[in-house]
């Protein structure tokens, strides 16, 4: 599973560069199944979960949701970024938090 995180990291990253558009084209397919797949393994985390089911709804090729380019930036920065921050095991306490302020 971390492969997977970094590679789709790594990925989210190089969509912040002038790319053809067949790679965000094969960027979309990997990145749906890729969250799938990462929302399937964390299904017990509530938090995790939910994240990685909008982020594959958002990014699914079927139905293309027409968003400027700079919008889908941040959203690779942050898919990113959250996805390197869920490699660590240590994020309990901050899960805590969100879940009391959610609650």
């Given amino acids: 599973m971390k492969f997977i995180k970094i590679s789709l990291a790594v ?3 190089l969509c912040l560069l002038n ?3 067949g790679y965000y084209e094969l960027f979309r397919v990997f990145a749906m199944c890729s969250f799938v797949f990462l929302a399937y393994k964390e299904r017990r985390k509530d938090i995790w979960l939910l994240l ?3 982020s594959a709804i958002l990014v699914q090729p079927f139905y293309k ?3 400027v380019k700079e919008i889908w930036n941040i959203i690779d920065v942050l898919w990113a ?6 490699l660590k095991k240590k994020h309990e306490r ?3 938090i969100i879940q009391s302020i959610c609650y």
């Fill in 11 to 13: 990925l989210c990253l």
């Fill in 19 to 21: 790319m053809p558009y």
């Fill in 52 to 54: 990685w089911i909008v």
């Fill in 65 to 67: 949701f027409i968003i």
């Fill in 81 to 86: 970024f959250l996805l390197i921050w869920s």
């Fill in 94 to 96: 901050i899960r805590f």
